[in-house]
């Protein structure tokens, strides 16, 4: 059973860079495909990135294309979120969940506690 566990986040200001890691404590990460979601308080939840099984393949949405850059290291079961340039609108948790491919469905399980990504002077 997956067990996706978000860690990483943090307050910075608005220039700055964060890497979020999503770790996996049950089955390995290595057949799944990997997004990383975010929410912002009053707002849906958006998936900002998502990376495929091999690490081959790899997506962005329009607001955080060129800053935000998605990895994973099959080796020690984690794929991350490096995010440069952090802007206030930045601001929300963030969450990881699995797919079998990017452009699939998400798998059944419920959310983690994600991280919060605080951005701000």
């Known amino acids: 059973q997956l067990q996706l566990v978000e860690s990483g986040g943090g307050l910075v200001q608005p220039g700055g860079s964060l890497r979020l890691s999503c770790a996996n404590s049950?089955?390995?990460?290595?057949?799944?495909?990997i997004g990383w979601f975010r929410q912002a308080p009053g707002k849906e939840r958006e998936r900002v990135s998502c990376?495929?099984?091999?690490?081959?393949?790899?997506n962005y949405a329009d607001s955080v294309k060129g800053r935000f850059t998605i990895s994973r290291d099959n080796a020690k079961n984690t794929v991350y979120l490096q995010m440069n340039s952090l802007k206030p609108e930045d601001t929300a948790v963030y969450y990881c969940?699995?797919?079998?491919?990017?452009?699939?469905?998400?798998?059944?399980?419920?959310w983690g506690q994600g991280t919060q990504v605080t951005v701000s002077s």
């Open positions: 049950g089955l390995t990460l290595d057949y799944y495909a």
């Open positions: 969940a699995a797919y079998y491919y990017c452009s699939g469905p998400k798998l059944p399980g419920d």
């Open positions: 990376i495929s099984s091999s690490g081959g393949s790899t």
